[in-house]
């Protein structure tokens, strides 16, 4: 499946010295489905990637048993290297490739499918949703993480962009709405009222992740996670311990540390469409902080009247 160029970028490691000489690339395009079969005829591209830009930069057809080899000339130590395969109008690509000082690279199988706009319905398998501490201004940031699955034999398309591969609902409310990394690149989602639509490609097979961010306003004190078709598995990280959950066949994990960060942690689920979630959170009306200036205003009164009664206590001098 197409991935995000942003997830490649990110593998840009530090310059090494790569061999001066060619890197035999080879590896096997297959076709998934009701059966695994190796898939002849092709098109395999490898492709460079810096951090500026992407391009094509060599390709070949696969042979009738699926396998293909490119040789990589003068291969860039700031770059990074990948290959797609091509089939049924959608280009499916493999990890990035470990090319430094080596002479012969073999690529794990690449997994292709025929599309399709229809199919059994995908599985919400997992959803995972953080809530931070409220800020200054008193809104909160909340990411969720989610996970598809397709049980279908096919990749699942769309056919416009009023028909999305899949769609869920967000809390009601909410707002800065924003696509995140993952399997499912930012600029495949739209927010939509209420709605997170998906227009990428869903293979089937393992799991497709997909993450966004977004703003609950100053002042919210409950959180309803809408549940709007079958959840296997909710989890929950709330940085304010404090808070209440109420959740079908709700576990309490404990708190957990996080990059430095406290979350007390909850699991539910398997939940069902229709189900309640609600995040009780504490007030965020009263800050110890925003009474500062007025303690050390009482503290500095306090000290004038002590240091006026002490004078009139004072005897005089001789």
């Avoid at 190796?38 to 057809?61: C, F, M, Y």
Wanted: proline letters at 8%; charged letters at 20%.
């Amino acid at each position: 499946m197409l991935r995000p160029s942003t997830i490649i970028l990110l593998l840009i490691g530090c310059p090494v010295a790569l061999a001066s000489q060619g890197v035999s690339v080879s590896g096997r395009v297959l076709r998934g489905g009701g059966d695994t079969v190796p898939l002849a005829n092709a098109w395999v591209v490898l492709h460079k990637v810096t951090r500026e830009s992407g391009q094509p930069i060599d390709s070949a057809r696969s042979d009738a048993r699926g396998r293909y080899r490119i040789l990589l000339r003068r291969p860039d130590s700031t770059s990074v290297y990948v290959i797609s395969a091509w089939y049924d109008s959608l280009a499916y690509f493999s990890l990035p490739l470990n090319v430094l000082g080596r002479a012969a690279v073999h690529v794990e199988d690449i997994m292709t499918f025929a599309t399709s706009v229809s199919g059994p319905p995908l599985r919400l398998a997992r959803r995972l949703a953080t809530v931070a501490h409220a800020r200054e201004d008193g809104t909160r940031e909340v990411l969720e993480i989610l996970e598809i699955e397709n049980p279908g034999v096919t990749t699942r398309i769309t056919k416009d962009t009023l028909t999305p591969t899949w769609a869920g609902r967000v809390p009601q409310g909410a707002g800065q709405f924003r696509g995140g990394q993952g399997d499912i690149s930012p600029e495949a989602m739209v927010f939509r009222n209420d709605s997170i639509y998906v227009l990428g490609p869903i293979p089937p097979g393992p799991v497709k992740q997909l993450s966004y961010g977004y703003a609950l306003p100053a002042g919210t004190r409950t959180l309803t996670m809408p549940i709007d078709q079958p959840t296997t598995e909710l989890n929950l990280l709330v940085e304010d311990t404090a808070a209440a959950v109420r959740a079908p066949q709700l576990e309490t994990l404990g708190v957990e540390e996080i990059e430095s960060r406290r979350f007390a942690a909850y699991r539910a689920g398997p939940l069902a469409a229709g189900d309640r979630v609600e995040i009780v959170l504490p007030s965020t009306g009263f800050r110890a902080g925003t009474l500062l200036p007025y303690v050390i205003a009482v503290l500095a009164a306090g000290m004038v009247v002590a240091l006026v009664w002490a004078l009139r206590k004072r005897p005089s001098a001789a």
